[in-house]
């Protein structure tokens, strides 16, 4: 801590270590890496809602890892566990049933609205939502599904054709059976109506999608509750039991994907897909889930997972894997003991109402969105033509670095900021994180 930078300092933070790192970087990793930032951060340590890069100079974590430390960053409790397990056993893979392993899927069937039960562990979101393409093919017989447009599900080829946003997609990596229809993006309504006289027409899309270019049966359709990398974007209320019926009517089921929305992000509930009361068949669920240790989950209801017995063995080798449960089960016990979804809500009112405030006072807030402590900010040239402005995008995350705050980006135009910090964040830390902001905007105008 002590050769840690004020924030003033922090304009001549590339130093030779961060400047080694990158040299090897640029040698020997993929450059299909993204990195955030001019002047990327190479991070050496975090404590709680904070992180240090190889420089000394520290940051405040409003992105919370990416959606991924639920709990903040290191938390003892989770270090003392992991610590604990890796000393006992550190690999056993899904051939071998283990106490953690079990234990974790028995909570997360008793935090799951309705009848998801049956877990199957992975090891990323990628895996957790193309194992449930799997099972919804594997219980209905049908092979079509639907997806949203602006989604985002990952870096496989199933995730990848999921995706609907041309810049995550690679053209050799696309399969077919799915299709996309129009997403619930009520700020730029591709119909150019408001809620709730538009009586849910984006959802009625499903139906026309489903009747035009499937084959009439679908095996499901997976959505985001709120899509985290199409930049935050909210449904109306009634959304997703409009989509539910339509779907259930054409023979599939519906997966939510609670990637980011999952484990308390949202406020008030456990599970995004809740604030529209949609009990899907199978969610899936990774990133916050062990605050920050690779694990994806699969969870179904009985007869989704049942289903698929017979039909081809399953492994993962490190599916389960008892030193990132332990980490899951005391990410858990942690969020219950101190960030339960009513303190996230209650915390969340409190970063809306500041963000709404800055909103009201700048020509390039276009709007506030999200739920929870998953807050979103769109940013346009001004409010009246609603432009998609990027570069002022990368002009208030160069400000805000400089200035310690650590924040996300999303969208399909690159033009919303996301704000996703720990659960556990503190009154104190949003105070600094908004003051920041302030700051911020007001430097932009
Ligand atoms: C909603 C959603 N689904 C799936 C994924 C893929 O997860 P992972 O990067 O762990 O494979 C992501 C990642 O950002 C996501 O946001």
């Known amino acids: 801590m002590n050769k840690e930078r004020t924030s003033c300092e922090q304009t001549q933070a590339e130093g030779s270590a961060t400047r080694k790192i990158l040299a090897k970087q640029k040698e020997f990793l993929w450059p299909g890496h993204i990195l955030y930032y001019k002047k990327p951060v190479p991070l050496d340590y975090g404590c709680g809602s904070w992180v240090t890069d190889v420089e000394g100079v520290r940051y405040l974590d409003f992105f919370g890892g990416i959606l991924t430390t639920s709990v903040g960053h290191n938390h003892p409790k989770i270090v ?47 895996e957790a939502d193309e194992l449930a393409v799997m099972a919804a ?30 810049a995550w997609r690679v053209e050799s990596n696309i399969v077919p059976g799915f299709k996309h229809a129009i997403n ?10 408001s809620y709730p006289s538009c009586d849910l027409a984006c959802a ?27 930049g935050f974007i909210t449904p109306p209320p009634g959304y997703f039991s409009r989509v539910a019926e339509i779907v259930r009517h054409y ?12 484990f308390g992000r949202t406020g008030s509930k456990w599970f995004g897909i809740e604030h529209w009361q949609v009990e899907p068949e199978i969610m899936t669920m990774a990133k916050g889930i062990a605050n920050g240790f ?30 990132s449960t332990a980490a899951s089960l005391a990410t858990i016990e942690i969020m219950e003991e101190e960030a339960s979804p009513d303190v996230v809500h209650a915390k969340g009112v409190i970063l809306r109402k ?85 700051e911020v905007f007001c430097e932009i105008g």
């Open 204 to 230: 009625q899309d499903v139906e026309e999608v489903i009747q035009t270019t499937t084959c009439g049966r679908i095996a499901g359709m997976l959505v985001e509750p709120i899509q985290g990398v199409g």
């Open 80 to 126: 003392d566990r992991v610590g604990a397990q890796a000393g006992k056993l550190i690999h056993s893979s899904t051939l071998y049933p283990h106490e953690n392993h079990v234990s974790l899927a028995e909570k997360i069937a008793s935090m799951t609205p309705g009848k998801l039960q049956k877990s199957y562990f992975t090891n990323s979101g990628t």
């Open 294 to 323: 690779p694990m994806g989950n699969t969870v179904t209801i009985p007869e989704v997972a049942d289903s698929l017995a017979g039909q081809g063995h399953l492994i993962c080798t490190f599916g389960g894997n008892p030193v």
């Open 184 to 193: 619930p993006y009520c700020y730029r309504c591709p119909y150019k109506m």
């Open 354 to 438: 500041a963000l709404e405030s800055i909103g009201e006072n700048s020509r390039v807030v276009g709007e506030v969105r999200g739920m929870g402590l998953m807050q979103g900010i769109e940013i346009v040239v001004d409010k009246k033509s609603k432009t998609p402005a990027p570069e002022v995008v990368d002009e208030i995350f160069e400000k805000t670095r400089l200035k310690g705050l650590l924040i996300g980006k999303g969208g399909m135009y690159g033009n919303t900021l996301r704000l996703t910090p720990p659960l556990t964040i503190t009154d104190d830390e949003i105070d600094t994180a908004i003051g920041v902001l302030q």
């Open 251 to 262: 023979g599939g089921v519906m997966i939510a994907d609670e990637v980011q929305t999952g």
């Open 137 to 166: 093919r594997g219980y209905t017989g049908n092979y079509e599904l639907l997806a949203l447009r602006h989604g985002y599900s990952g870096n496989s080829a199933v995730g990848k054709t999921l995706t609907a946003q041309s």
